[in-house]
């Protein structure tokens, strides 16, 4: 696509759900990369897949999260049991490669408020 | 560690004028670079401006310029004739690798409004 995409947009959901965010990378970009934003402050970053790879998960919160990925394309997180503490934007960003020098393609993010 | 300090929680100028958004950070590899983004209230991350830590000239984009000092370790960003679709939070970010991590790792950014 031209784009990294995400969706949905806004998911709203109560808490001890289970939600799922996708995201759909840029064509042909091996890297992907999943942030946390939470309102007012900087991005937290989650964990990275290279491929369909994550080499390591421990900057993922708790072990109510998890993430997979699809070969070299769509990947989703799953948040279960949300805790209203998961309220913020996620999001998703695609690079050709993890060369230092590689700029991050970002989508428009998921905004998951837990009620 | 990798670590990106942005001193200026927020910032108003006013339209047409210059602004440098200051960026100080810390790391121990010998060859990095380092990334500037713009976020507006829309929410997506818009990529600005990257400078290599071995690039012998500051990098400019338009507008956009980077004043790098590499003995310093700051990487500002400096925005000529500003306009008011300026107005957003602007990031500077440092390549991270290390306990698992990987892509960039960002300052806490600045609120940057322009004003009529």
């Known amino acids: 696509g031209a784009g990294v995409s995400q969706s949905p947009s806004n998911k709203v959901t109560e808490k001890g759900k289970d939600v799922e965010l996708r995201c759909d990378p840029i064509?042909?970009?091996?890297?992907l990369y999943w942030y946390r934003q939470r309102l007012g402050q900087g991005l937290e970053f989650l964990i990275y897949f290279q491929g369909n790879s994550a080499p390591d998960k421990s900057g993922l919160p708790s072990d109510r999260f998890s993430a997979e990925r699809t070969g070299e394309s769509v990947s989703t997180l799953t948040i279960q049991r949300t805790q209203q503490e998961d309220s913020a934007v996620y999001l998703c960003?695609?690079?050709?490669?993890?060369?230092?020098?590689?700029?991050?393609?970002f989508g428009s993010g998921t905004q998951l408020s837990v009620l | 560690a990798q670590k990106i300090t942005q001193t200026q929680p927020g910032m108003f100028v006013q339209e047409k004028e210059a602004v440098t958004l200051d960026c100080t950070y810390d790391?121990?590899?010998?060859?990095?670079?380092l990334f500037w983004y713009k976020q507006p209230s829309s929410g997506e991350m818009i990529f600005l401006i990257y400078?290599?830590?071995?690039?012998?000239q500051n990098a400019t984009e338009g507008r956009y310029s980077l004043n790098f000092q590499k003995a310093r370790k700051s990487a500002n960003l400096v925005i000529s004739a500003s306009q008011l679709g300026d107005s957003a939070m602007y990031f500077c970010a440092l390549p991270f690798r290390g306990g698992g991590a990987d892509g960039l790792t960002f300052g806490k950014g600045t609120h940057l409004i322009i004003q009529p």
């Open positions: 064509s042909g970009h091996t890297a």
């Open positions: 790391t121990s590899d010998q060859s990095y670079g």
């Open positions: 400078q290599g830590s071995y690039d012998e």
């Open positions: 960003a695609s690079s050709r490669s993890r060369a230092t020098n590689e700029k991050l393609f």
